[in-house]
């Protein structure tokens, strides 16, 4: 790849490598110049600019992370659209990332160019929890580098190195053992904590039991649970264990189970017990799992809940990153702190995908159709606001709001069987900008951004609409991406939240056009090679065109 400052008039069709100003011309880095570009930067007086440009044996940042990415990502992970040479990849159902550190480990000493950051190992995921990115470091990556990654990666023993293992529906037997004088109250907290552990993992608490302190009492009584053929076995001792011989582990061997393991270098959670009973886990807990609070215990259930087995090496192993709290002769206990920690997988700042949402305008009264609804004008044998809609539910956005005006009944039959919502303008006849006020104020609170979707642009895919939400990330500066083809500004466009209050502001027959160019800073034109953005139906000739009746009429600008 050629890298270093060109005379500007040398420059088109290169990679901008560092973003430039001037006035209110911003370029941002990664933009590839057209003649329209190096004409901009002359007239602004640029004399050269620093650019990249891939030669034939490299492989462009975003197909080199597309390609990556998706030989990294193997069940229960959702791979994004790439931008600017990342490709993040996301948990698709809650459960433990499951990561193959040795391919990782390879895959990052093939080349610089080529890298993958990923979670911790059996870290704790919800849904769109990011669990890796892939970023390709330059503008491109040397084609045979990408090639010895991805031959690396397919001759991984048991498929791809990333992977979410989803919690299951464990079932789970507790036995309690008791001394006289006991009180009732501190079994029955131990059950409501238990429980809850096993709920926060979709499983429950099928049967719980309470026996003397004695051997042959917990023999029996784990026969007893074990009859109803639970998944999971775990007895909480009136007296900690502290050796393989103590009461839990010689009932254990009495029911005719097997000890596996005793202790785990896990702090808290040391006095743990590994141990079989005719094919089900039992795991004798440490004292601190009567604490809602993160331990060991915890690491094991986890794993368990996610059909990740769990013998005595693997316990054996998890010292590493198993100091988990403080005790009050170390420094800065933790008293006060709350439950979620690092460790926990309960960051609150953990990255996440953005939850993007998507306003689709269909209120409009299509007035330069000369008559008829165009958004209920046909196209292969689906109305224009349906092709629209689809194309929003099949991409990343969630949900999907639909506000209605001219001929509600009609908008509404033509949608039917959509998993959207409804918003009905009643002052469509206002203009543009109600309608965009009603729709911004259906949408969730939790979204950090909305695609806002013109209801007669009905050949825009859900790829382009997942590759404007790639593009995102207010914090660095893409707080509005706009597609662009050949330097022209398409619909729809991308805002983060933080223009929501001046978006509804807007009066008249006008979108939030004009706020682009006063939020320049936040502004990313996001290429899309394809024309669909800057199709819309407006006339009769338009509709005629789409339906490769007639040229295609001019191009309109931006509207939302």
């Not at 292969?380 to 709001?401: I, N």
């Not at 978006?503 to 706020?515: C, K, N, P, S, V």
Request: aromatic share 2%.
């Amino acid at each position: 790849m050629e890298f270093g400052p060109v005379p500007v008039a040398a420059a088109q069709g290169a990679i901008l490598a560092h973003s430039v100003r001037k006035g209110c011309l911003i370029f941002r880095k990664g933009r590839r110049l057209s003649a329209a570009d190096t004409a901009a930067l002359e007239a602004a007086g640029f004399a050269e600019v620093v650019v990249a440009r891939p030669g034939p044996d490299d492989v462009e940042e975003e197909d080199a992370a597309a390609r990556v990415a998706a030989a990294l990502a193997g069940p229960h992970l959702s791979v994004a659209a790439p931008f600017t040479g990342r490709v993040n990849l996301f948990a698709a159902a809650a459960g433990l990332a499951v990561v193959g550190a040795e391919p990782i480990h390879r895959l990052n000493r093939t080349h610089e160019a080529v890298t993958v950051a990923t979670l911790a190992p059996f870290t704790p995921v919800e849904p769109g929890r990011m669990v890796a990115t892939v970023k390709i470091i330059p503008f491109a990556a040397p084609r045979d580098a990408v090639e010895r990654v991805l031959a690396g990666l397919t001759e991984v023993a048991g498929g791809p190195p990333l992977r979410v293992a989803p919690y299951r529906p464990l079932r789970a037997g507790l036995l309690q053992t008791r001394f006289w004088g006991v009180k009732d109250a501190m079994l029955d907290k131990t059950v409501a904590v238990t429980r809850d552990r096993l709920a926060a993992l979709g499983g429950t608490l099928a049967a719980e039991t309470r026996c003397e302190h004695a051997v042959a009492a917990v023999a029996d009584a784990l026969v007893g649970l074990a009859a109803d053929a639970p998944d999971l076995l775990l007895i909480a001792g009136a007296s900690a264990i502290t050796d393989r011989r103590d009461v839990l582990p010689a009932a254990v061997e009495a029911a005719g189970g097997q000890v596996e393991h005793f202790g785990m270098p896990v702090d808290p959670g040391n006095l743990l017990l590994l141990a079989r009973l005719g094919g089900v886990p039992v795991l004798g807990l440490p004292g601190c799992a009567r604490s809602p609070r993160l331990n060991g215990f915890d690491w094991v259930l986890r794993r368990l809940a996610a059909g990740i087995p769990v013998g005595r090496e693997d316990v054996m192993d998890m010292g590493v990153g198993g100091l988990l709290a403080e005790i009050p002769t170390r420094p800065l206990p933790r008293a006060g702190h709350p439950p979620a920690d690092a460790a926990d997988g309960g960051d609150a700042q953990a990255p996440r995908a953005s939850r993007i949402a998507a306003l689709v305008l269909a209120a409009g009264r299509s007035t330069r159709m000369g008559g008829p609804n165009k958004l209920l004008a046909e196209l292969d044998g689906k109305p224009l606001v349906a092709h629209t809609v689809d194309a929003a539910l099949a991409s990343r956005a969630h949900p999907v709001v639909v506000v209605t005006g001219h001929d509600r009944a009609a908008v509404d039959a033509a949608l039917t069987g959509r998993p959207v919502t409804t918003v009905h303008n009643p002052d469509h006849a206002a203009g543009l900008s109600t309608s965009l006020r009603a729709g911004l104020a259906a949408l969730p609170d939790d979204a950090d951004g909305v695609l806002v979707c013109l209801g007669d642009m009905p050949v825009v895919t859900p790829a382009i609409l997942d590759r404007l939400i790639a593009a995102f990330a207010p914090v660095e500066g893409r707080g509005i991406c706009v597609p662009t083809v050949a330097g022209k500004r398409g619909n729809p466009v991308l805002w983060s939240r933080d223009h929501f209050a001046d978006m509804a502001a807007i009066t008249g027959d006008t979108g939030a056009r004009h706020l682009i160019g006063a939020n320049a800073d936040q502004l990313c034109e996001v290429e899309v090679g394809d024309d669909a953005v800057l199709r819309d139906v407006d006339t009769p000739d338009a509709l005629a065109a789409l339906r490769g009746d007639a040229p295609a009429p001019p191009t309109a600008p931006v509207r939302g």
